[in-house]
């Protein structure tokens, strides 16, 4: 069994899906767009492109659609108990940090 993601807010949900390889293989290609190609291969390329604040993974524009595409189809769509107290989806967090709206 796989421990709950640490999804707090819509920004944690957004980096846990962008860390999923097959959903971001699935959303370039259903949007034909190329999110996540190009991450460096070698530590120290990751290491140059950190120093200067280049993500070779990260086209603004792809970028917007991935948002919104997690917003319409992931977080949109979370039961709401996911989001009450105690929390049946993510049980290692007891705060009120799950709060959300659904504007």
């Known amino acids: 069994m796989t421990a709950a993601p640490k999804v707090r807010t819509f920004t944690d949900c957004v980096l846990y899906c962008f860390e999923n390889r097959e959903l971001v ?3 370039n290609r259903l949007f034909g767009c190329t999110l996540g190609v190009g991450i460096p291969r070698s530590s120290i390329e990751a290491m140059v492109d950190r120093a200067c604040g280049h993500n070779p993974a990260m ?21 709401d108990e996911c989001f009450e107290q105690p ?6 967090l ?10």
């Open 25 to 27: 293989e699935q959303f």
């Open 94 to 103: 007891s705060d009120s940090a799950l709060n959300r709206s659904r504007q």
């Open 87 to 92: 929390n049946p989806c993510f049980p290692e």
């Open 59 to 79: 086209r603004e524009d792809e970028a917007q659609l991935f948002i919104h595409f997690v917003y319409d189809s992931i977080w949109s769509r979370l039961p």
